[in-house]
């Protein structure tokens, strides 16, 4: 007998599977569905915010002379603004309120591209831009800074050394900018020779020549040209990232439409914006193919940034460090570098470079030392003329030691340009460790951090030989990164000190609780997020960054591809 005993064989029926619209498939999909609701609310909450921050600043630099904005002299065109006579509760308050909702749209817009939120790109390019416009037709916001450039571009000007004579001597030789520019610049530096470096000098000398005899019209040409650096690495930016959308539109976060680079580099004229645009296009001139065309391009741009701000050195080191295994390379860039560094400081002369060396100590006054020195040494001054003894040996100590850990552990997740890893942690340790700091160096930091990005390599352009197509570049190179920690880090630390320096004049009449409260920040609460800040950058080191490993494992045809920075 057969083994169904002459029954007919028994019919296995289909299993049925789930449909596709409802059950098991609807359940799943709403968890999906809520993340993309939460992403499309955090996206346009984060985009309000920082609408609304741009406005409040606008509203502040446009109002005229108040504590976040210096008055200047002489003028009947740029900057234009109409007194509306803030007062000081108002103005601090306000300014508070618009760095924290710049800050708070900035990282909101962060978690929603995190989540797959997107918006028109060009939303933000056009809102970052067109807020730089505005804000550079505005007197200078937030520092007394371009006032000091006026006054040394002023003396190139007419044949003295910005080196050599100071704001107060140019106004006893009755210089009519001198005399402008004295009743501004606070007295600390009446007395102070320039510290930035012949290139920067050569930027004033063109201000001044254009401004004339008004501190005003030269301020804002000097803001004019900030603007155009500011418009370059957002530029470059786009073009570098315009084949993935997620971490283009994090980086126009990072840099084009936040509101603390608008107010600190476009609203303040900060001089800082001309030395990040070299440093970023120095960084990834390098590439992995180790050209020797791109090796001297990135030294000679070095050479104009360190011709800015001395500091700018650190970005040499990390190219340095890329062409390490390329004797020709590394030769390319040293000779690139002697070629612009040489000559512009022969051309300064030798005060150029005393007044470099001894500009002396100093630490600011929100250093994040004092949470040591004030209660366990009793140490209670701390600004650039008091300095405790051994802060500084230990504030670069402690710099050496975390660049060489950044260096050596930050993970490379941008293969295609060996140079930006190590030149992100040089100056994330250089910012965050050293004891003299001001919110506006932090672009050393931003424009770089901005490329520095989780994207997939499919994604950009000359991966896997070719150019990616349009449908590649809106699906298998659009994932989403995580929420980076670093991103965030950078973004508090940077609001932190710029609150401490929303007051620009010197000497302001304010109300003792206002008072109170701003020593409290500086002090206090600014130094401990800036500690909380070091401590994070080290965990990020030490943990190695994890998520940034994906683009480790890129293989070798998409690493060494060349990015173009046009098609």
């Known amino acids: 007998m057969s083994e169904t005993d002459g029954r007919p064989p028994r019919r296995e029926m289909p299993r049925r599977l789930p449909s596709r619209r409802g059950g098991n498939s609807r359940r799943g999909s709403k968890p999906a569905e809520r993340s993309e609701a939460l992403a499309r609310r955090e996206t346009l909450l984060g985009v309000a915010a920082i609408a609304v921050s741009i406005l409040i600043m606008i509203v502040i630099s446009a109002g005229g002379p108040s504590l976040s904005v210096p008055r200047v002299y002489g003028t009947s065109g740029p900057p234009w603004w109409h007194s509306l006579h803030f007062t000081a509760t108002f103005t601090i308050v306000s300014m508070w309120v618009a760095m924290a909702m710049g800050a708070a749209g900035i990282i909101a817009g962060l978690a929603a591209v995190a989540r797959g939120g997107r918006l028109p790109v060009h939303w933000l390019i056009g809102l970052g831009v067109l807020a730089a416009v505005v804000l550079t037709v505005l007197p200078p916001a937030g520092s007394t800074d371009a006032v000091s450039y006026a006054a040394y571009g002023r003396m190139a000007l007419i044949g003295k050394n910005p080196y050599v004579m100071t704001p107060h001597q140019l106004a006893a030789i009755g210089d009519p900018v001198g005399r402008q520019a004295i009743q501004v610049i606070p007295g600390l530096w009446k007395d102070r020779v320039s510290v930035y470096g012949p290139v920067a000098t050569g930027t004033e000398w063109i201000a001044a020549r254009l401004g004339g005899?008004?501190?005003?019209?030269?301020?804002?040409?000097?803001?004019?040209?900030?603007?155009?650096?500011?418009?370059?690495?957002?530029?470059?930016?786009?073009?570098?990232?315009?084949?993935?959308?997620?971490?283009?539109?994090?980086?126009?976060?990072?840099?084009?439409?936040?509101?603390?680079?608008?107010?600190?580099?476009?609203?303040?004229?900060?001089?800082?914006?001309?030395?990040?645009?070299?440093?970023?296009?120095?960084?990834?001139?390098?590439?992995?193919?180790?050209?020797?065309?791109?090796?001297?391009?990135?030294?000679?741009?070095?050479?104009?940034?360190?011709?800015?701000?001395?500091?700018?050195?650190?970005?040499?080191?990390?190219?340095?460090?890329?062409?390490?295994?390329?004797?020709?390379?590394?030769?390319?860039?040293?000779?690139?570098?002697?070629?612009?560094?040489?000559?512009?400081?022969?051309?300064?002369?030798?005060?150029?470079?005393?007044?470099?060396?001894?500009?002396?100590?100093?630490?600011?006054?929100?250093?994040?030392?004092?949470?040591?020195?004030?209660?366990?040494?009793?140490?209670?001054?701390?600004?650039?003329?008091?300095?405790?003894?051994?802060?500084?040996?230990?504030?670069?100590?402690?710099?050496?030691?975390?660049?060489?850990?950044?260096?050596?552990?930050?993970?490379?997740?941008?293969?295609?340009?060996?140079?930006?890893?190590?030149?992100?942690?040089?100056?994330?340790?250089?910012?965050?460790?050293?004891?003299?700091?001001?919110p506006w160096y932090d672009v050393m930091a931003i424009s770089l951090l901005a490329l520095y990005t989780a994207s997939s390599p499919k994604a950009w352009p000359g991966g896997h030989g070719g150019m990616a197509s349009p449908r590649q570049s809106s699906t298998e190179g659009s994932s989403p990164p995580e929420p980076a920690l670093l991103d965030w880090v950078v973004i508090i630390r940077l609001l932190a000190g710029a609150t401490v320096y929303v007051i620009a004049v010197d000497r302001p009449v304010q109300p003792h609780w206002l008072y109170d409260l701003g020593q409290f920040n500086g002090m206090w609460l600014t130094p401990a997020i800036r500690l909380l800040a070091t401590v994070a950058l080290v965990w990020v080191c030490v943990k190695s960054y994890p998520q940034g490993r994906a683009v480790d494992s890129a293989p070798d045809d998409v690493a060494g591809s060349k990015l173009p920075l046009a098609t």
């Open 213 to 438: 005899v008004s501190v005003a019209h030269i301020t804002f040409w000097l803001k004019l040209i900030e603007l155009i650096c500011f418009a370059a690495v957002a530029l470059v930016l786009d073009r570098m990232l315009r084949r993935d959308p997620a971490p283009r539109l994090r980086a126009h976060l990072l840099w084009t439409a936040n509101p603390l680079v608008l107010w600190e580099i476009v609203a303040a004229g900060h001089i800082d914006g001309l030395s990040a645009v070299f440093g970023l296009a120095a960084v990834i001139m390098v590439r992995r193919d180790m050209a020797l065309a791109g090796a001297a391009a990135a030294g000679a741009l070095i050479g104009l940034a360190t011709g800015v701000k001395v500091e700018y050195a650190l970005l040499g080191l990390a190219v340095a460090w890329a062409c390490r295994r390329s004797i020709r390379a590394l030769a390319a860039a040293a000779a690139g570098f002697v070629v612009i560094a040489l000559p512009a400081y022969l051309l300064a002369g030798s005060s150029a470079i005393k007044a470099l060396v001894t500009r002396g100590p100093g630490i600011t006054f929100d250093t994040m030392y004092q949470l040591f020195w004030r209660p366990v040494l009793g140490y209670t001054k701390f600004d650039v003329n008091d300095v405790p003894p051994h802060l500084e040996l230990v504030a670069y100590l402690l710099f050496a030691a975390i660049a060489v850990l950044a260096i050596l552990r930050l993970p490379d997740r941008t293969p295609q340009f060996p140079a930006l890893a190590p030149a992100l942690g040089l100056s994330l340790a250089w910012l965050f460790v050293t004891a003299f700091q001001r």
